[in-house]
């Protein structure tokens, strides 16, 4: 009787054991199967959802807006920038081949993903505890930028792998990396590489140079990141990285790779001129009141001149690298022509820093900028450059405004007081002839902001910006007329067709003689033997007002000259006191530079007289002899109130302290003393007086 193990036995002999190569083939053959199952159900999943791809060659694209200055050289563009496709066999070798060693070394050995540099990646990302590499090749990058999002996840990955192998079954090399070339986005709006050579340096990129191709090279990475505008020390940096990975895997040599870290490269004149975006901003906002969504490429010829924006721009940076010592922090500027075209924009230290237009957007109290809207009202009212007005302490319900100096001057002509900035009188005047006859007429000049009636309204405790101060100096500047500026002149598409004309209407007269003659005679003043002296251009006819106001935070100077007038304002975004920074320093500095650069270019005319005077009206004495102070006898002017025909009497509520010292008595033609020390122009090492609480403006 046979056993157990006999019968085991038996049956073990009847099934013969397998070979290990057998058993190596079975298991590899159900792992196959199964694996096979696997990747049908999983590319089955995976594939649902994928874009079609016959969108190929459709470009999804927003309508593109080129701005032209005033004499058609470009400013930016902004929106999607294509350009015709560039031929991948007219563009140097080294330009693909950049391409190539910094994004996909292994591109032509490749199926259209690459395990190497994946491992790599996983390991490297691994190490750091981050992902600080990619694998993709340059295949999968294309495959995502034609059909996919940018979303990070499983899906989005895997459905990129297989578009890739897709693209690699379909297309040569030669035509995917045409492919990717052209459609491929560099930054600032622009998409191909032709259209990033135009955008970049003014070149179609058959021209390309060496380093410029590694520095576009450089960008796909991160443009934003390494934008050469805006990020030139890292931008540079990053193309040195591609022209080593060039040299490396042999597309130049050595000595290309030195030549071209040597030579600078140099970015568009456009793109560089980034403080003309700050115009640009200013004009996107309205483009679509004036014609709507676009729906085409369009074409924006503006107002700005961009000789004159340079200048400016030299202007300013030269003055804030000078005073930063001083707290000098921002300055704005903004130069219109005599019908409000804008010639010229800053709005801000930097715009890569700040895109925040302080030129447009930003609301600081104008100070004694303000105090011509104050005696463009009393001109109107009877006063003239030479009525006689008292500098004394005076109190205005519980206010008591004060002067820079601390002291009272006496006796004086109106235009003394305008040229010296006195607060006392525009304070008196404004009250005289009524605060809301002072609001009327800056909004009849252009001042669009709230204006308030409190006292202190007549030294400038108004908010406005440099757009409005601007606006509104410009009837002094063109003969009386009130403007509105703008920047746009026309839009047309690229083929010609108008979309938008500005139409030439003529603008309303806003001041009447003889009160714009007494205001620019005194205006003149001002920048002649006043506050803002330190403005003054010789041989040129100009005119203006500086504005301090308290503790330093905002300084103004507003000149013009015939047909032409520029604000420009210095300050801190945080609204912090700078240090002893007037009108009659750095903002007319910044002015002065600006103006002598332009006034040759613009060939401006004097100051324009404007309408014709009353009949009978007879023209008083030149400014010399207005800020005298004397009388046709040369004594001194009793002061009398015009308003009321009798002499002043003095305020019974103001403090008794009696005028300190008389006015200066400067004959025509005799040696005038220097101007007593102002709030917008004090000699260096000048301290502010101590502040007693009250606010002070100049």
Do not use: C
Request: hydrophobic share 40%; proline share 7%.
């Amino acid at each position: 009787m046979a056993g157990p193990g006999n019968g085991g036995g038996q049956q073990a002999q009847g099934r013969p054991r397998r070979s290990a190569w057998q058993r190596l083939f079975y298991w590899s053959a159900v792992l196959a199967v199964w694996g096979l199952i696997f990747l049908v159900v999983f590319f089955a999943v995976f594939a649902r959802g994928l874009p079609d791809t016959s969108s190929l060659y459709q470009v999804d694209r927003q309508p593109s807006i080129t701005y032209l200055d005033r004499n058609g050289a470009l400013i930016a563009t902004r929106g999607t920038q294509m350009a015709p496709p560039a031929d991948l066999d007219s563009l140097p070798d080294y330009v693909p081949a950049a391409f190539i060693a910094i994004e996909d070394r292994r591109f032509y050995n490749h199926p259209g993903f690459d395990p190497i540099g994946m491992a790599r990646a996983m390991v490297t990302n691994m190490r750091a505890g981050r992902v600080v590499q990619g694998g993709s090749t340059l295949t999968q990058q294309l495959a995502k930028n034609l059909f996919l999002t940018p979303d990070q996840n499983m899906r989005r990955k895997v459905q990129e792998l297989m578009l890739a192998v897709w693209l690699e079954m379909k297309f040569s090399k030669q035509e995917i990396l045409a492919l990717y070339l052209n459609r491929v986005y560099f930054g600032a709006g622009a998409y191909g590489i032709e259209a990033a050579s135009q955008r970049y340096f003014d070149k179609s990129a058959k021209n390309l140079t060496v380093g410029e191709a590694a520095l576009l090279a450089g960008l796909l990475k991160a443009p934003s990141r390494y934008s050469p505008v805006s990020e030139s020390e890292r931008a540079a940096a990053r193309a040195t990285v591609v022209l080593n990975e060039m040299e490396e895997s042999g597309v130049i040599t050595a000595a290309q790779r030195e030549q071209a870290v040597t030579q600078p490269v140099i970015v568009s004149r456009t793109l560089a001129t980034q403080h003309a975006q700050y115009f640009i901003d200013w004009l996107d906002k309205s483009i679509r009141s004036l014609v709507g969504e676009p729906t085409e490429d369009m074409v924006v010829e503006t107002t700005l001149d961009l000789t004159l924006q340079t200048s400016a721009e030299r202007s300013v940076r030269r003055i804030l690298d000078r005073d930063e010592g001083k707290g000098v922090q921002q300055a704005a500027l903004v130069a219109l022509d005599g019908d409000g075209r804008v010639r010229a924009m800053i709005g801000g230290a930097s715009y890569a820093d700040s895109q925040f237009n302080r030129a447009v957007d930003a609301k600081r109290q104008a100070g004694s900028a303000f105090k011509p809207f104050v005696y463009l009202a009393a001109v109107e009212a009877g006063y003239t450059p030479q009525t006689p007005v008292v500098d004394q302490p005076i109190t205005i319900g519980n206010w008591s405004p004060r002067n820079y100096s601390g002291t009272f001057s006496g006796n004086m002509t109106l235009a003394q007081a305008v040229a010296q900035s006195t607060n006392t009188v525009a304070a008196y005047v404004a009250d005289q002839v009524g605060r809301d006859s002072v609001a009327r007429a800056a909004r009849r000049l252009g001042i669009e902001s709230r204006i308030g009636l409190e006292p202190a309204m007549a030294l400038g405790a108004v908010e406005v910006s440099p757009l409005e101060m601007a606006t509104a100096y410009d009837a002094f500047a063109n003969g009386g007329r009130r403007v509105d500026a703008y920047g746009i002149s026309r839009i047309r598409t690229p083929q010609g067709r108008v979309i938008y004309q500005r139409q030439s209407g003529q603008s309303g007269q806003a001041i009447n003689n003889p009160s714009l003659y007494y205001m620019n005679q005194m205006l003149r003043g001002v920048v002649s033997s006043g506050s803002g002296r330190s403005a003054a251009i010789s041989g040129r006819d100009l005119a203006g007002k500086t504005g301090t106001t308290s503790d330093y935070k905002d300084a103004w100077f507003v000149g013009y000259t015939g047909g032409f007038v520029t604000a420009v304002w210095v300050g801190k975004d945080d609204n912090t006191a700078m240090r002893g920074v007037t009108g009659g320093s750095s903002p007319a500095a910044i002015w002065k530079g600006f103006m002598e650069a332009a006034l040759p270019r613009l060939n401006a005319p004097r100051i324009p007289d404007g309408p014709a005077m009353p009949e009978g009206w007879v023209a008083p004495d030149p400014v010399g002899d207005l800020m005298s102070g004397l009388d046709q006898n040369g004594l001194p002017m009793e002061p009398v109130d015009p308003l009321l025909g009798e002499p002043y009497v003095e305020d019974p509520q103001a403090p008794t302290q009696q005028p300190s010292s008389n006015p200066p008595m400067m004959r025509p033609n005799a040696p005038q003393p220097a101007p007593r020390d102002t709030p917008d122009q004090q000699p260096e090492g000048r301290q502010p007086p101590e502040r007693r609480g009250d606010a002070l403006f100049f």
